[in-house]
């Protein structure tokens, strides 16, 4: 099964900026997506963007709106490394956020592609603060 392990969290004064790395054991299937989410404490876990590899929506993307035209997610040409450059942070950004994969799939709408409901592997996570 995949592994994926996030790396570049860290502490950044407001408008700054930040690149989370998500560096994940081959992916064999030909069709997958490899999402960003984050978590703050009581309050559930949430979609920040998503990125797709297979077939003729091959690289299309996803984004939450709360972080439309700030965030961007990116992948390597080897398809092992999925980073997220997030840009004009604010406090609101402060979150755990976790990289995740889920195998197998075929294209689906913004909703499901960003719903942590649908990923079945996990990395541990990268703190990400921002201060006012």
């Known amino acids: 099964q995949p592994q994926l392990m996030e790396s570049g969290g860290g502490s950044v004064e407001a408008g700054g900026s930040l690149r989370l790395s998500c560096t994940t054991s081959?992916?064999?299937?030909?069709?997958?997506?490899v999402g960003w989410f984050r978590q703050t404490p009581n309050k559930e876990r949430e979609g920040v963007a998503t990125?797709?590899?297979?077939?003729?929506?091959?690289?299309?993307?996803y984004y939450a709106d709360s972080v439309k035209g700030r965030f961007t997610i990116s992948r390597d040409s080897a398809k092992v490394t999925f980073s997220l450059q997030m840009d004009s942070l604010t406090p609101e950004d402060t979150a755990i956020y976790y990289c995740?994969?889920?195998?197998?799939?075929?294209?689906?709408?913004?909703?499901?592609?960003?719903?942590?409901?649908?990923?079945?592997?996990w990395g541990q996570g990268t703190q990400v603060t921002v201060s006012s």
């Open positions: 081959p992916i064999t299937a030909s069709h997958y997506y």
């Open positions: 990125i797709y590899t297979g077939g003729y929506n091959d690289g299309h993307t």
């Open positions: 995740a994969t889920t195998v197998g799939r075929l294209p689906m709408t913004a909703i499901e592609a960003l719903s942590p409901r649908v990923y079945h592997y």
